[in-house]
């Protein structure tokens, strides 16, 4: 699976829109691209994921590049609740496993 | 509400005496999951079941055991704890899905984790 590579921390104000990037150079053309969260001590959190185009759910978008060599997630309206470690997963249909491999994500924190 | 839950939360024990952390899901997934979280280490994978009656061995599956009796439920068993088994847990359940189309490849990433059970053995 292809690594990927985010910013260890970002900071956003409420109420504005948050953008995290995230790299993964090396994705294969079968890799989807996943993003999960984690508030502090709880379980991870799925959010959204996509594999060529761009998608959108209640809870965030998510722009793939063309290339598909970078990604950025966005949450629209930040709110203080939305403050937790982002994760920017790329998984490819080999294996059984379905492991999820989390690395060490971006710490988005939403200021008031 | 669909939901994964673990009990106990929270447990404090002594090495070597035999501990059961249960996880149940209401969804009818058929792929169910364990991870550890330390820090500096992310969540590492300790056994996952693919169905009822299968299970396999993770990335960490040393001192640990697993049963998949129900489709429901997947229990993490410590035969005999110890103080390195300290750490937080996750159960985790997705769609189990067959096939290769992406489609349905795309869905079984989208995992549901329990709410965490913090176990310090002393």
């Known amino acids: 699976d292809a690594k990927t590579t985010q910013p260890t921390s970002m900071d956003c104000a409420e109420g504005r829109a948050a953008n995290l990037p995230c790299n993964h150079s090396?994705?294969?053309?079968?890799?989807?691209v996943y993003w999960y969260r984690q508030i502090h001590s709880q379980g991870p959190q799925y959010i959204i994921h996509?594999?060529?185009n761009n998608e959108t759910n209640e809870m965030a978008s998510l722009i793939i590049t063309e290339d598909r060599k970078s990604s950025t997630l966005i949450l629209p309206h930040a709110t203080l609740r939305d403050t937790a470690v982002y994760y920017c997963i790329v998984r490819g249909p080999s294996g059984s496993a379905r492991q999820l491999t989390f690395g060490s994500g971006t710490q988005l924190t939403v200021l008031p | 509400e669909a939901q994964v839950t673990q009990n106990p939360r929270y447990l404090i024990t002594v090495t070597g005496k035999k501990l059961t952390v249960t996880c149940s899901q209401n969804m009818n997934h058929e792929y169910m999951s364990w991870y550890r979280q330390d820090p500096g280490l992310g969540l590492r994978q300790i056994y996952y079941s693919m169905n009822v009656e299968v299970t396999d061995k993770g990335d960490v599956p040393e001192g640990y055991k697993v049963s998949r009796k129900e489709k429901r439920n997947f229990p993490l068993i410590l035969e005999s704890p110890s103080p390195n088994q300290t750490s937080l847990y996750f159960c985790a359940s997705s769609f189990g899905g067959r096939g290769s189309r992406d489609r349905i490849f795309g869905r079984r990433l989208e995992q549901f984790f329990g709410p965490g059970t913090r176990l310090t053995v002393l």
């Open positions: 996509g594999l060529k």
């Open positions: 090396t994705i294969s053309g079968n890799e989807y």
